[in-house]
């Protein structure tokens, strides 16, 4: 979610952010012309697209209200952008599409893939968030509906072992390979030799960036001195957790969490005259668009993406454009948004190369898209990243980009 314009891209600053405590909107009902216009998220006719005769219906799922909906909001809009671009191309694949709001929340989203199954689902994208992902992606893996999801990145999404989903894959990195990621990037970086770890126990992508980091911490020898924990209704005051990191002589302090709790970290720390290091991961992408944030408490924050709408390659900047004109006031892309516009063009991709048809039964078209999306001939590459292939286990490989905050602005780590 790499927005650092801030004049141009005010990341939802002035599209509903304000939602609750993390100010996010998101998916819903409604419709959109497949030749590039749509209308805001908050629109009831704004979230589906007639693709006509012949269209293969593909759904969405993620949080369009509630304190989740920037990220909801944002694979929707990313979604769109993708299947306007493929209706308007007029080739052989066309794409209706649906999305439906979830408010971040399981049953909620279990009731919203038995709407879009009402609907005629044969393919879904989503769900954006893990708990409700982990929740129907066990209802797709029982109905055999191809799911690939751009940004639920627990393991407990695809599932492991004798538990692993066959039909499921992430667009995403796992929770546990970012945390190796950081891990080795403090260490081949020497941002400091003691580590202080404040994460949120009680959500599962926190901890599983957090197991991920102390795994690779000890193979590769980094110093945790400090590792608090804090809960959803404990969020808002950091002062203990900083204070045992301080006071145990912490240089780098990992914040495994979205950016609205960093934020605060960053204010507090500041305020206590702590400046360590700080390294985020990808939820920390976006902290700069936060309504009323003051962007130098961000200065030196290292995090990892692998998307940043400010790269100056022809296709970020086409599908910056493109995004730009779909959404609210004109916000540019996050990372939600690419993996979400990559997980269309992937699919777009396997379907040709499998020989999918509207006709097709949806189980059907999940086994050929299993089959395609596992074969070492297929590989796709997009806005977040390039020969990206899937495993049997649904995990994607492909290279995080990271980067260091500096006057403002997203600048990569050499």
């Known amino acids: 979610m790499a927005l650092t314009d801030m004049t141009r891209r005010s990341f939802l600053g002035t599209a509903g952010i304000a939602t609750a405590g993390l100010a996010l909107a998101g998916c819903g009902g409604g419709g959109s012309d ?28 993620g949080p369009l ?26 080739g052989d694949i066309k ?77 995403c990195f796992t929770d546990p390979n970012q945390g190796k990621i950081s891990a080795d990037m403090v260490k081949e970086k020497a941002l400091g030799t003691k580590i202080a770890i404040i994460y949120d126990q009680s959500d599962t992508y926190s901890t599983g960036l957090r197991d991920g980091f102390v795994a690779e911490a000890e193979e590769i020898g980094l110093d945790i001195v400090s590792e608090q924990a804090f809960t959803s209704d404990n969020n808002q005051d950091f002062s203990a957790q900083l204070t045992d990191a301080q006071s145990n002589g ?41 309504d009323g944030f003051d962007a130098s408490l961000a200065e ?12 100056t390659d022809e296709a970020t900047q086409k599908f910056d454009e493109a995004y730009e004109k779909i959404s609210d006031d004109g916000v540019a892309p996050n990372q939600f948004a ?7 063009y992937a699919i777009k991709q396997a379907i040709e190369a499998a020989g999918v048809t509207a006709d097709m039964d949806p189980s059907d078209i999940c086994d050929e898209l299993v089959k395609t999306f596992t074969s070492s001939d297929f590989s796709y590459s997009g ?14 490989s492909k290279v995080p980009q990271c980067y260091v905050i500096k006057d403002g602005k997203y600048e990569v780590v050499e």
């Not at 393991?155 to 499921?168: F, I, L, Q």
């Open 34 to 61: 497949a030749s590039g216009s749509s209308a805001s998220a908050g629109d009831s006719a704004s979230n589906q697209i007639d693709g006509g005769d012949g269209a293969i219906k593909l759904g969405n799922i």
């Open 65 to 90: 209200t509630g304190a989740a909906a920037i990220y909801g909001t944002a694979t929707n809009w990313g979604a769109q952008v993708a299947v306007n671009e493929i209706n308007a191309e007029g």
């Open 95 to 171: 794409f209706s599409y649906n999305c439906q709001d979830d408010t971040h929340n399981a049953e909620t989203s279990v009731n919203a893939y038995n709407n879009l199954k009402d609907w005629g689902l044969q393919i879904l994208i989503g769900t954006t968030t893990t708990a409700p992902c982990v929740a129907v992606s066990a209802e797709t893996n029982n109905d055999n509906i191809f799911e690939l999801t751009p940004s639920a990145s627990s393991v407990d999404v695809v599932g492991e072992g004798s538990a692993r989903k066959s039909n499921v894959f992430q667009m």
């Open 250 to 290: 912490a240089d780098v302090v990992l914040m495994p969490f979205y950016y609205q709790q960093g934020g605060l970290v960053l204010k507090q720390a500041k305020d206590m005259g702590f400046a360590p290091a700080f390294v985020g991961m990808d939820g920390m992408d976006g902290i700069l668009a936060q």
């Open 300 to 311: 030196g924050l290292y995090l990892i993406t692998p998307f940043t709408a400010d790269a």
């Open 338 to 344: 690419a993996d979400a516009y990559d997980c269309v």
């Open 383 to 396: 806005l977040t990243g390039k020969d990206m292939t899937w495993s049997d286990d649904g995990t994607v």
